[in-house]
């Protein structure tokens, strides 16, 4: 059985930062690709960023980039995204996601976790 667990969410000050997990079973993990994404409250989802299968590298939503880092760890499973100098407008509640190919396209991705919530707010 396919299984995507996200933890790390919670709440946070404007300026502070958090570290999601996502912690993948049930398939090959280093031959897919991993995403987050999210959704905040009333919207619809928003990719935040992507990396590729392997030790592929990654692309973030203009929103994100230079505040949070993404990165994999095939041995263990998981996938972190380290975020930094977060912002009331990051509140959302965050997604994991994992697919054979590479997209920022959020219909690409067949697996989902159960999603984990972030509250930035001072």
């Known amino acids: 059985e396919v299984q995507l667990v996200e933890s790390g969410g919670g709440f946070v000050q404007p300026g502070g930062s958090l570290r999601l997990s996502c912690a993948a079973s049930g398939f090959l993990f280093s031959n897919y690709a991993l995403t987050w994404v999210r959704q905040a409250p009333g919207k619809g989802l928003e990719w935040v960023s992507g990396?590729?299968?392997?030790?592929?590298?990654?692309e973030y939503a203009d929103s994100v980039k230079d505040r949070f880092t993404l990165s994999r760890d095939n041995a263990k499973n998981t996938v972190y995204l380290q975020m930094n100098s977060l912002k009331p407008e990051d509140t959302a509640v965050y997604y994991c996601a994992a697919g054979e190919k590479y997209s920022i396209l959020t219909r690409q991705y067949n697996h989902w976790g159960q999603g984990t919530q972030v509250t930035v707010s001072s």
């Open positions: 990396i590729y299968a392997g030790v592929g590298g990654t």
